[in-house]
């Protein structure tokens, strides 16, 4: 990683230098995506609990203390 971060800028200036969509999204050419054909898109979720067994964590905020638990960095 580092090796490319170090000559991504001479790489480049020899590969298309002017096409940065991250900067210009009028650049990209692909289409965007529409989230209505996505399954399990929010629009098309109607019960959080069908989504996985970590639902009730998300609803009570209790992610972060289950992930410190099982590291056993919180005991």
């Known amino acids: 990683m580092v090796k490319a971060c170090k000559g991504y800028e001479s790489w480049k200036k020899k590969n298309e230098p002017e096409y940065m969509p991250w900067l210009w ?12 054909d996505v399954e399990g898109s929010p629009g098309q979720v109607d019960d959080i609990s069908s989504c996985s ?23």
Do not use: M, R, S
């Not at 999204?25 to 209505?36: G, K, L, M």
């Not at 609803?59 to 099982?70: A, C, F, L, P, S």
């Open 25 to 36: 999204p009028d650049q990209i050419t692909a289409d965007f995506i529409d989230w209505d």
């Open 53 to 75: 067994e970590e639902a009730a964590d998300l609803q009570n905020g209790d992610v972060t203390d289950d992930i410190i638990k099982e590291d056993g960095a919180d005991e």
